[in-house]
């Protein structure tokens, strides 16, 4: 099937002149990714066009999976040692094939995706991958505990309890 109108004017505005590198390998794959997130997704979706692509970019990285930005097309600039140590500098190491390749399958996470769709009641949250699923559960744990700690803070804000009171015919007030 080839590629839709839609399909291939809504990727070239996106990436204007670019050819993936799956188009060479894998055209019929292409073709059908191609019609699926450039022209069906686009249907059924009210996103604007920069909190669609954030949210991409967001869910990709978050889920440690090999894809063509991260191995492929993600242009960065050279580390500064000025940002030595931040988050800027962990995020290009992890787009470096040379520190490994991610653990995510981008298939099995579109297939764990869709399967979801078919859960009752569905779920609110999905977490693909290992290492985002040990990345997520730690800093869940971190956020219980600092919540743990401020339990005296919390309760410190109560209304005071009555005092309570006992009548002469043994109830109390």
């Known amino acids: 099937m080839p590629c839709s109108e839609t399909a291939r004017a809504n990727h070239e505005a996106l990436f204007p002149g670019h050819v993936s590198t ?13 019609n699926f997130a450039f022209d069906e997704v686009w249907r ?3 996103l604007d066009l920069r909190t669609r692509l954030m949210t991409q970019l967001a869910a990709l990285i978050a889920s440690h999976a090999v ?5 492929g097309s993600a242009r960065i ?8 140590n931040n988050p800027a500098h962990a ?17 099995r996470m579109a297939t764990a995706i869709i399967e979801s769709t078919d859960t009752d ?4 949250c999905i977490v693909l ?32 309890l009555p005092i309570a009171t006992h009548r002469s015919d043994g109830s109390s007030t």
């Open 44 to 46: 059924h979706s009210d």
């Open 129 to 160: 991958g290992s290492g985002a699923f040990t990345s997520t559960i730690d800093t869940l744990h971190n956020r219980i505990a600092a919540l743990e700690a401020q339990t005296d803070l919390a309760a410190s804000t109560d209304y005071p």
């Open 91 to 107: 995020f290009q190491a992890m787009l470096d094939p040379a520190n490994g390749l991610a653990p995510g399958d981008p298939a």
């Open 121 to 124: 009641p569905a779920p609110l």
């Open 77 to 84: 600039a050279h580390p500064l040692p000025a940002y030595d």
């Open 67 to 71: 894809t063509e930005f991260r191995y």
């Open 22 to 34: 799956w188009q060479v390998t894998d055209p019929e794959l292409i073709e059908v990714f191609d």
